[in-house]
């Protein structure tokens, strides 16, 4: 499996931003997926994630109510769809996947087998 992440850039706060992450090698909908991002300097955090084949979805607290993870079954991709940015949201950003996830370890890097390469996401203030 491969994942391909793109739709980072400049935005001011505020602002929206949908990143994709496309898969090749394997269903997208059979497949756990996460967002995670890395803000400049610190560790890796969770995002979101939407387990495989309608499982459920989960938010970090930074994210509910701002940022929605789907998929587009037809396309092979995941989005984020990230509203109402905010500076403190710059980082870079990754998406993750894995066949099974069970829901306890959704928010857990570890979790996952497959990484794509990040996209920078910067909000100005």
């Known amino acids: 499996v491969q994942l391909q992440a793109s739709g980072g850039g400049l935005v001011q706060a505020g602002g929206s931003l949908r990143l994709s992450c496309a898969a090749s090698?394997?269903?997208?909908?059979?497949?756990?997926v996460a967002w995670f991002r890395q803000p400049p300097g610190k560790a890796r955090e969770f995002v979101a994630a939407?387990?495989?084949?309608?499982?459920?979805?989960r938010y970090s607290n930074s994210a509910e109510a701002r940022f929605t993870i789907s998929r587009d079954n037809a396309k092979n991709t995941a989005f984020l769809q990230m509203d109402n940015l905010k500076p403190e949201d710059t980082a870079d950003y990754y998406c993750a996947a894995s066949s099974t996830v069970i829901l306890s370890a959704l928010s857990t890097p570890s979790a996952y087998a497959y990484w794509g390469q990040g996209t920078q996401v910067t909000v100005s203030s």
């Open positions: 939407i387990r495989a084949r309608g499982g459920g979805i």
């Open positions: 090698g394997r269903t997208i909908n059979t497949l756990a």
